[in-house]
């Protein structure tokens, strides 16, 4: 995926004038059988130094026990908080070409175009931990000023685009979704009065999702549900394969990843789709290198091998012959160009 990415940045670089470093660094189980660390100091120095980070899956089989001591999804979470990236930005667009690959009916995802902002650095994921005998907890936690800035990069976005932004919570549970809900409700009404604002429960949301899509515009909410949703919102586009997703801080640096995580059965077999990690490439070329113009160009070059019916085999269906991982990344480097 990561080498599929490299190529298009380089054919980018290439027609652009630019010049593009890249410096490859262990993270994840690699990391953690090469150093016994998920993420080794010269990775963290690695990307303190960087303009922007692409990352490729971090996990497999062989380091799947839930009880081991040490974990590859340790190296992402340390990673994510090394670089302060607390908005995950995972857009969600249906190609009409690409209807037939979702499980839903063409005419539910007729027009879907929505961005899910996912807070990244707080909640159940980063709170305090505990087990013993056959109990066990997990600790979760949000602060106003969590809350506040990742509403306000949900609330900007919703203005550069259709003005409309749903918030999700469990404010009829939990007591973190009530604060959620009490301190959106209040950032929306006196800093974003022209943002079209609506508040779903998450389990009506998931049901949302799938019933009536194209109503979306961006969505907000918390750490695990933005997890959740997003990998639901997937299967409106068809496959987990074609999603891209960027995460963000305060400054210009972010990470960047497709949504996938890691595949081990068909690793090595040049079959995995690309989309999704060469699209987020060309978030990395907007939001972190201020690109917009070559990003727009690899987002238009995905669309074109499509509309020319050239698919993976995730997204081929019964009709269509599939392609290799590199055949795909050959037809949207030669539309670049």
Known sequence: MIDAARDVLERVAALGEYRFAFDVRDIGGAAIDATGSPLPDDTIASVKEADAVL???????????????????????DLRETLG???????????????????????????????????????????????SGTSASDLC???????????????????????????????????????????????LASEFPAVE??????????????????????IVTENMFGDI???????????????????????????????HGSAPDIAGKNIANPCGTIASA???????????????????AIDAAIAAGHRTADIAGSDSAAIGTREFTAEVVRNLG
């Open 55 to 77: 990352l490729g899956a971090v996990g497999g089989p062989k380091w799947s026990d839930p009880a081991a001591a040490v974990r590859p999804e340790q190296g992402l979470l």
């Open 85 to 131: 990236v607390f908005a995950n930005l995972r857009p969600v667009r249906v190609n009409p070409r690409l209807a037939g690959a979702s499980p839903l009916r063409p005419e539910i995802i007729d027009g879907v175009d929505l961005l899910v902002v996912r807070e990244l650095t707080g909640g159940i994921y980063f709170g305090d931990k505990s087990r």
């Open 141 to 187: 936690t949000y602060t106003t000023a969590e809350i506040e800035r990742i509403v306000r990069v949900a609330a900007r976005l919703a203005l550069s685009r259709r003005g409309k932004l749903c918030s999700v919570d469990k404010a009829n549970v939990l007591e973190t979704s009530r604060l959620w809900r009490s301190v959106t409700d209040g950032l």
């Open 197 to 218: 604002a609506e508040t779903l429960l998450v389990d009506a949301a998931a049901m949302h999702l799938l019933s009536r899509p194209a109503d979306f515009d961006v």
């Open 229 to 259: 949703l997003t990998d639901e919102a997937s299967m409106l586009a068809g496959s987990l394969g074609l999603l891209p997703s960027a995460s963000l801080g305060d400054g210009t640096s972010g990470l960047y990843e497709p949504i």
């Open 282 to 300: 060309a978030m990395l070329l907007r939001h972190s290198l201020k690109l917009e113009d070559a990003a727009h160009a690899v987002e238009s």
